[in-house]
């Protein structure tokens, strides 16, 4: 670096070697030697730091704090929030009044006399309050049931002429228990009875007339009914009849027109309605 005074301003010279040899000259003038000492001083301050020339001080932005903290490892897992438990759906109320079914059935019987006796049966019955029908097999409660049999008119041939029946009986049926499946099958055991008439007249012969006698039979039965819809449903019914009136038909000529079994079966298979 030099710096040389004459006539009419001041000059001065900087020279520059960089480590690589390269060797590099650069001469500034001014009017004072003053002004041109100051912008060399501005020249050397720039080749020592080139942000100098800028003419401000550049602070260093401090380095971002250093956040110490605990090794990154697996995030423990939660144990899973247990589900809220739906409250189980309140059960229909139980019914606080008997329930009422009405059926007809079409039967046959081998209790009135030797040989089927086909006719009709129709019932009333009576339930307590019973709870509601749920899944599975259970005993329900017991029931009872009036109603009244009455056969078709049957005619049987003999030597001379005809008799024929006719077979009337009121019945009742007494169900100690029911046994459900899914309130759609009941099946029920049951004693029975029934109490009516057996009638048999004569055509054909001489002095023929009609006569009639008491019938009274006991016995036990099993019902069953399976549901078609909330109201209507098939019954059927097996009866085990035992006669306790087994009083003979006879003619005047001695001819046996019929004859009482000591025990006999019924059966029959209906419609019902629930109400």
Request: with cysteine.
């Amino acid at each position: 670096m030099r710096v040389a005074a004459g006539e009419p301003e001041a000059e001065a010279s900087l020279t520059v070697r960089s480590v690589g040899g390269a060797v590099t000259e650069r001469t500034i003038g001014g009017p004072t030697c003053a002004e041109v000492a100051e912008a060399l001083a501005v020249m050397v301050a720039v080749v020592i730091d080139p942000r100098a020339g800028s003419g401000a001080a550049v602070d260093e932005a401090p380095p971002p704090p250093k956040i110490e903290g605990r090794r990154a490892g697996p995030t423990p897992s939660r144990p899973p929030r247990p589900s809220p438990e739906r409250p189980p759906a309140p059960a229909p109320a139980a019914a606080r009044w008997p329930r009422f079914a009405v059926d007809l059935r079409v039967e046959t019987t081998s209790a009135v006399f030797r040989g089927a006796l086909a006719g009709m049966g129709a019932s009333l019955t009576v339930e307590p309050p019973a709870p509601p029908p749920r899944r599975g097999v259970y005993v329900s409660v017991p029931s009872v049931a009036a109603g009244v049999r009455r056969s078709f008119p049957m005619e049987r041939a003999l030597r001379g002429g005809s008799v024929d029946f006719a077979w009337t009986a009121g019945h009742l049926r007494l169900c100690s228990l029911r046994i459900a499946v899914d309130g759609l099958v009941e099946v029920s055991p049951c004693a029975e009875a029934n109490v009516g008439s057996l009638r048999a007249s004569a055509r054909g012969f001489a002095e023929a007339r009609g006569t009639s006698t008491l019938w009274f039979d006991l016995g036990a039965s099993l019902g069953t009914t399976v549901s078609l819809s909330g109201s209507l449903f098939l019954s059927s019914t097996v009866l085990v009849a035992m006669p306790l009136f087994r009083q003979p038909f006879e003619l005047a000529s001695g001819a046996r027109g019929a004859s009482v079994p000591p025990l006999g079966v019924l059966g029959g298979l209906g419609l019902g309605l629930r109400m």
